[in-house]
């Protein structure tokens, strides 16, 4: 196993570490048999199960009863439906209270995997293994789990702390490009809202990135994944419950959720929050907050990415009448606009001519 980088994530009354490394998914079995239990529900795809034997070996390696809770890919299986089976599996199975929850896949698999273990016998434990970019950076840490309604992307959900989280960095290099892409786009965010190192290396990599050869050179992914994670534990460890501070994490989120809905998924996370970085990057500028060559580095970092920095406005126009279903807004709308790198702010009295002019530049 090659290095490994330990996080502490500082939660009040909940301290939990986040393992990076190559490899590091065969901790799983010892972390989860430490804990007491005896049972495992392990939530993944089923193909990622073949894929990265490690943990279903560790687990089982350690005496542990694995219960296999297989999901759909894709947030449409993030869903009632999908974790109203899982919770009659444990049931099933007669998992305990001191039992256990796994989670080994992309986003989509942790917040579900988080929310089933949220809400059986009330809370169970539970562990995370991400196994994508987006994953490891944004849904493995800090504690939100939740499902989708029809009305906006995770408009249910409950924050629960994980145990432990394992970020294995060799899954990187089977992801295609477009799933590097979307977790990229989160790492861009955290460099905006407070490590602008992040940017420095995200530019350094060039105009036209070859993601492929970018996940599958040994640790190329591995300081800007690192220094993301750091900005989230940093984060929630101040403010778990997105009383304030932690809402910077959602920066062009506000646009990228709505547009995630309002497309039915079409456009990734990644790809619609990376649209909703310039959107909200512009809406700096129109105030006076942002410099306009800010703005423009948007758009040249993310279009480095191969991300979108704009979409059809006839996709704007549906997402619009959704920005108030958003699980951050008030009375009013709420942004997390910038005043520069590491300079976030949030603002409810945006007016609405500001908002048309964003969304005009951010229109085909």
Known sequence: MSDVCNIGVAVPGHEYEVAIGAGVTGRIGAAAAATGAR?????????????????????????????????????RAKSWST???????CAQAEMHRDDLVVGLGGGVVTDTAGFTAATFLRGVRWMSCPTTVLGAIDAAVGGKTGVNLTAGKNLAGTFWQPSAVFVDTSTFASL?????????????????????????????????????TLAATEGALTSVVTRGIAVKAAVVARDERESGLRAILNYGHTLGHALETACGYTLSHGE????????????SALRGMLDRAA????????????????????????AVPLLRRDK?????????????PARPVLVDDVDAATIDAALAAVST
């Open 176 to 212: 295609p490009p477009r799933e590097v892409r979307a977790g990229l786009a989160e790492a861009v965010k955290c460099g905006w809202i407070a490590d602008p190192a992040i940017l420095d290396e995200v530019a350094s990599w060039g105009t036209a990135v070859d993601l492929a």
């Open 39 to 75: 049972r495992v529900a392990l939530v993944t795809h089923p193909q990622l199960a073949q894929r990265f034997p490690a943990a279903v070996e560790a687990l089982a390696g350690a005496g542990l009863d694995v219960i296999e809770l297989f999901m759909d890919e894709g947030e």
């Open 272 to 283: 619609a929050i990376s649209v909703g970085m310039v959107f909200a990057a512009e809406m």
């Open 328 to 340: 951050k807004a008030s009375d009013d709308l709420r942004f997390v606009l910038l005043e520069g």
């Open 83 to 89: 974790v109203g089976g899982f919770l009659e599996r």
């Open 295 to 318: 703005v423009d580095r948007h758009r040249d970092l993310l279009a480095g990415l191969g991300l979108p920095v704009a979409v059809p406005r006839a996709d704007l126009d549906a």
